[in-house]
């Protein structure tokens, strides 16, 4: 089975099998797991903040991220499509009681002066606005790159403000890739920054959260709150170490490969490219198929290949590091036969 319905199902590598066996632990509660330490300090160097926190999940360091920069009754601005918004539960009311306040973009990017304009002034009927949330790559957009000039012109807004920007940077190091620029070029304009271990870095679990040594301190209080204070964690942060240190130039295998999924879906009559991909994610429209989802899925499962639904009309292929530039090819002609 080629399974492309998303870059979270990667395996360990041998490598990281190692690592985690041989992991030197302590009580990361106590602060005292040399493995949890260094990925930490690791991740604080390369993303240019002042600390870091290993977290359980994306989502859990996109919350504590919320948690500790706003104020129940405070009021976030989030891009309409983004995983903050759209994906976690509706964790930002649920957990922290702040409300979002939704901008659509364009491929993930918010029109700078739509945010400056979504900012509340100083009014005793409206609520604080107390964060900026901005994601890269955008999922929903097919893993699409928010540029750099958008990112400083949004964060150049919110410091005039006074109000901290955090990025959902889940795929972060595939925008820095497929960019060809360095983590703190993107990173510069934020002031919490949330990564995936898990995704196409490969690692088996966790995320990281960076930023100013305060926000992190409020992080880690309320990781411990919400249970996610971990003991012997370092077996998780070995093979973490190896994700950020040795797993992401890699990153630019999975973007040729969604490339050339992209462009033979590209040739296909009865199939419409909804994203030329930026990085690793394919979104297509295959309503001329006149199959539903459900059966478009199942005859490709037939076939041999798992995609996932991506609302009606739309299936996401996602490209990553345990399927092969040969895999693609027999996903190529699995596609054809359904069609
Ligand atoms: C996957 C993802 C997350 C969170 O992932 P978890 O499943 O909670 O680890 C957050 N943001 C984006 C954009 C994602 O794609």
């Given at each position: 089975m080629i399974d492309l319905r998303s870059d979270t199902l990667t395996q360990p590598t041998k490598k990281m099998r190692e690592a985690i066996y041989n992991a030197s632990v302590g009580d990361d509660v106590y602060g005292e797991?040399?493995?949890?330490?260094?990925?930490?300090?690791l991740t604080a160097e390369i993303t240019g903040k002042e600390d870091a926190l290993f977290v359980t999940?994306?989502?859990?360091?996109?919350?504590?991220?919320?948690l500790a920069q706003t104020s129940p009754g405070d009021e976030i601005?989030?891009?309409?499509?983004?995983?903050?918004?759209?994906?976690?539960?509706?964790?930002?009311?649920?957990?922290?009681?702040?409300?979002?306040?939704?901008?659509?973009?364009i491929k993930g990017e918010m029109n700078p002066n739509t945010v400056k304009s979504a900012i509340r002034s100083d009014d005793i009927h409206f609520p604080d606005?107390?964060?900026?949330?901005l994601e890269n790559t955008h999922n929903r957009s097919g893993g699409s790159i928010v540029s750099l000039e958008n990112m400083s012109a949004i964060y150049d807004i919110a410091s005039n403000a006074g109000i901290p920007v955090h990025i959902d940077g889940a795929r972060l190091f595939n925008a820095v890739v497929a960019s060809k620029r360095d983590v703190k070029d993107f990173t510069q304009y934020c002031d919490s920054v949330q990564i995936c271990l898990s995704k196409g870095l490969g690692?088996?679990?966790?995320?990281?959260?960076?930023?100013?040594?305060?926000?992190?301190?409020?992080?880690?209080?309320?990781?411990k709150r919400l249970g996610g204070g971990m003991r012997q964690a370092g077996f998780l942060a070995a093979s973490g170490i190896i994700s950020i240190t040795e797993m992401v130039d890699r990153l630019a295998e999975?973007?040729?490969?969604?490339?050339?999924?992209?462009?033979?879906?590209?040739?296909?009559?009865?199939?419409?490219?909804?994203?030329r991909p930026d990085t690793n994610i394919v979104i297509v429209n295959t309503e001329k198929t006149l199959q539903t989802n459900e059966e478009f899925l199942s005859n490709l499962k037939k076939e041999g290949l798992l995609a996932v639904s991506f609302g009606e009309g739309q299936i996401r292929f996602t490209t990553h590091y345990d399927v092969s530039a040969e895999d693609i090819e027999l996903a190529i002609s699995a596609i054809h036969r359904v069609i």
């Open positions: 797991d040399p493995t949890i330490n260094r990925l930490e300090e999940s994306g989502t859990q360091g996109n919350q504590l991220a919320v601005i989030v891009e309409a499509e983004s995983h903050i918004f759209f994906y976690e539960g509706g964790a930002t009311s649920a957990l922290a009681g702040v409300q979002p306040r939704v901008v659509q973009g606005t107390s964060l900026i949330c690692s088996p679990v966790g995320s990281l959260l960076a930023g100013k040594k305060e926000v992190i301190q409020k992080a880690r209080k309320w990781r999975d973007h040729e490969k969604a490339l050339k999924l992209a462009d033979a879906i590209e040739e296909m009559d009865k199939l419409t490219l909804v994203n």
